[in-house]
Nanobody, 119 residues
Framework: QVQLVESGGGLVQAGGSLRLSCAASGSIFGVGAMGWHRQAPGKQRELVATITFDGSANYADSLKGRFTISRDNAKNTVSLQMNSLKPDDTAVYYC?????????????WGQGTQVTVSS
């Protein structure tokens, strides 16, 4: 069984920073692309950033320059450094990863972590 567990969410004032982390555990034989999405109240889930195994990152255009995604392949973790946070960044943030569990490769999602940015 594979699990993704996020941590690091919370309440922060506008202009502040937060760092989210996500750890994959369980029957893992390989981890491909990893990423973060977010879902604000009343809105659809949207892409925040993705990162390939070799570290190539891709960001939502509106977040470039403020958010940085990184990963540690030895620990099967992915992180998201969020700077200059705005109230519009308030959302539940979900990590996801393509994981080979020994039988097949499939996408997994974490349970989400709440980020609230106050004005």
């Amino acid at each position: 069984q594979v699990q993704l567990v996020e941590s690091g969410g919370g309440l922060v004032q506008a202009g502040g920073s937060l760092r989210l982390s996500c750890a994959a555990s369980g029957s893992i034989f390989g981890v491909g692309a990893m990423g973060w999405h977010r879902q604000a109240p009343g809105k659809q889930r949207e892409l925040v950033a993705t990162i390939t195994f070799d570290g190539s990152a891709n960001y939502a255009d509106s977040l470039k320059g403020r958010f940085t995604i990184s990963r540690d392949n030895a620990k099967n973790t992915v992180s998201l450094q969020m700077n200059s946070l705005k109230p519009d960044d308030t959302a539940v943030y979900y990590c996801n990863a393509n994981i080979y569990d020994g039988l097949r490769t499939r996408g997994y999602w974490g349970q989400g972590t709440q980020v609230t940015v106050s004005s």
